[in-house]
């Protein structure tokens, strides 16, 4: 069987698709060919929109995916076109979809996505649904990429944490001894982009200057960290049905200066981390970011003051692009599920056991 796989990653932060090629040959996974894809307004408009009910919302999620799907498939011919591969070198396409509503609590999750529909215009056998097995077994359906943190990035004799920070955030600490956890610590760049996009007309705050710019609000942040999901003891995750426009406007932020509540939700981000690891993670000498936060020097800033014991930097310094990781994790989930083996860690979603995850769609 190949060792080629694809990794289709959409996330929280609404920005778009990242697709990584990767081979699987070797010890350590090699990263072939990458691109990105960025979501058009509408689809990121509609996107957020299904975040909540809403008139015809079952024909809208569906045709949403459709657009997705497309996405995703193009996404996969850029890759084929940029190594000269055919379909047949790969072994499968690892999907994750859009998730519009995440309810475990409830026994359920929606990615939007269509797998047929990536799988009968690639070419390609694709591999998805991957969170429901989990929440079917009785976990949380998430965090799935601590099951490759574990995988790619534990080293012996280190006590090493990875935070991913999309539009939430979430940790893997990777102890020198013991079991592996990990968990969603709370928003990540998701209220940072929103509040950005509001104010700036950006989709996102670069390198975190604006939020540099201001100054924290020492109150608001004592109010935000009174959410009852920061003081929750793992499994947990969380997602837009939590934090979302509605949950930040609770605090009237538009009774301060901008930058300033900028500079706020900047420090809720890192200081939920920071927290996060001082009481489940006691241990973490090395902390290395991946996702789009990892690009915020700002807040990267911010948790080196916050963890002063501890050394603060990127996937870049372990052999894997900050960028990509995420992408690359699903290419591993596919490669698991095809393989037969267990996807999820079963200490970090609070499923009942170690679970094959995923349904196959052939080429």
């Known amino acids: 069987m190949s060792e080629l796989y694809i990794g289709l990653m959409s996330g929280t932060s ?15 996974p090699a990263v072939r060919a990458t691109c990105f894809l960025p979501y058009p307004e509408a689809v990121r408009a509609e996107a957020l929109a299904l975040n909540t009910s809403g008139a015809d919302e079952i024909h809208r999620g569906a045709m949403l995916a459709r657009t997705i ?55 390609i056998a ?29 080293a012996p004799g280190v006590d090493r944490a990875i935070v ?17 956890i990990g968990f969603d610590t709370g928003p ?16 996102y705050d670069a390198e975190g200057a604006w939020a540099a710019s201001g100054t924290v609000i020492e109150t608001l942040l004592e109010q935000m960290l009174a959410d009852p999901y920061f003081s929750l003891h793992p499994p947990k995750s969380t997602g837009r049905d939590d934090f979302h426009e509605a949950w930040l406007a609770r605090f ?13 939700l900047l420090e809720l981000t890192a200081a939920t981390i920071a927290d996060a690891l001082r009481r489940f993670c006691p241990g973490t000498t090395e902390l290395y970011a991946c996702g789009g936060g990892a690009s915020n020097n700002a807040l990267l800033g911010r948790l080196r003051q916050r963890l002063p014991g501890a050394h603060v930097g990127t996937t870049a310094e372990l052999g894997l692009d900050p960028d990509w990781v995420e992408a690359v994790a699903f290419a591993w989930l596919a490669r698991q599920t095809l393989r037969g083996e267990p996807g999820n ?7 009942r056991g170690a679970r094959v995850l995923g349904a196959i769609y052939p080429a």
């Not at 860690?345 to 499923?351: F, I, S």
């Open 164 to 180: 991913n920070i999309g539009g939430i955030a979430n940790i893997t600490y990777l102890p020198a001894r013991g079991t592996v």
């Open 126 to 154: 694709v591999v998805a649904d991957f969170r429901m097995r989990d929440i079917a077994a009785g976990g949380q359906g998430a965090p799935l990429v601590p099951a490759f943190h574990a995988g790619c990035f534990r």
């Open 14 to 28: 609404l920005d778009g698709v990242d697709a990584a090629l990767v081979d699987f040959s070797a010890a350590r």
């Open 252 to 264: 009237a932020p538009e009774r301060h200066d901008p930058a300033d509540v900028q500079a706020t």
């Open 69 to 123: 799907s497309g996405l995703y498939a193009d996404a996969v011919c850029e890759l084929l076109a940029q190594t000269g591969l055919g379909a047949r070198a790969i072994a499968a396409i690892g999907c994750h979809g859009q998730t519009i509503r995440h309810r475990p609590d409830c026994g359920y999750t929606v990615q939007l996505l269509q797998p047929a529909l990536v799988a009968e215009r690639t070419g």
């Open 188 to 203: 990540g760049n998701l209220l940072l982009d929103m509040w950005c996009m509001r104010h700036r007309g950006t989709p």
């Open 345 to 351: 860690l079963a200490e970090v979603t609070g499923a």
